[in-house]
Structure formats: structure tokens, C-alpha cells
């Protein structure tokens, strides 16, 4: 069974960092390209970072220089690094393991950055 376990968030100033932290479990995890999402009240879902099987990462302009995906595939984890945090950046951040397993989702890990 596919599931999804966030962790990390939390509340911080703006200009702090956090580091965000996404076990899978049920998937074949070093073949996969993992993504991040984040859902803001009232917004939709928007795609954050994605790091592929390889290592490759590609970014939302909105995080970039200030965000950074990596991933463990011994421990079939894959961590968001925060910094420069902004009050926009303020969401419930996801993470997915691609378009195969689009439909899984874990139950996020809220992120909020007070001014």
C-alpha cells in the first residue's frame, strides 16, 4: 500500500528556515521522481520542487534560490529544505511520488512563516 508521511513544518519568522521531511512506503522509491506541493487556504494546489530518479531538480520560480529538494533513497525519504522563509510560503506542504501514484497523498505537514 502506497503511503505518503510528512513531517517538519511548523511556525517561524520570516527569513527562518525549516526542513521538511517525506517518508514513502509501497512504491519501488529509487525509480520514482519526487515532488512537493504546497496548498495555501483558499488557493490551489501548486507544485513546489521536483527531484527526479537521477537527481535532476527543477523548481517553482516562487521558491527558487531559496528552496532545496533532495533525497535518501536508503531511506526512502525526500526532504525540502527551507530557507529565506517568506509569509507567502505560509501552506500545507505535500508531497508526491509522481504521476503514477497521483492519487496518494499523505496528510501534509503545515508550514507558517509570521512577519
Known amino acids: 500500500q502506497v503511503q505518503l508521511v510528512e513531517s517538519g513544518g511548523g511556525l517561524v519568522q520570516a527569513g527562518g528556515s525549516l526542513r521538511l521531511s517525506c517518508v514513502v512506503f509501497g512504491i519501488i522509491f529509487r525509480d520514482n521522481a519526487m515532488e512537493w506541493y504546497r496548498q495555501a487556504p483558499g488557493k490551489q494546489r501548486e507544485m513546489v520542487a521536483v527531484?527526479?530518479?537521477?537527481?535532476?531538480?527543477n523548481y517553482a520560480d516562487s521558491v527558487k534560490g531559496r528552496f532545496t529538494i533532495s533525497r535518501d533513497n536508503a531511506m526512502n525519504t525526500v526532504y525540502l529544505q527551507m530557507n529565506s522563509l517568506k509569509p507567502e510560503d505560509t501552506a500545507v506542504y505535500y508531497c508526491?511520488?509522481?504521476?503514477?501514484?497521483?492519487?496518494?497523498w499523505g496528510q501534509g505537514t503545515q508550514v507558517t512563516v509570521s512577519s
Open positions: 527531484i527526479g530518479a537521477a537527481g535532476s531538480t
Open positions: 508526491n511520488a509522481g504521476a503514477y501514484y497521483r492519487g496518494y
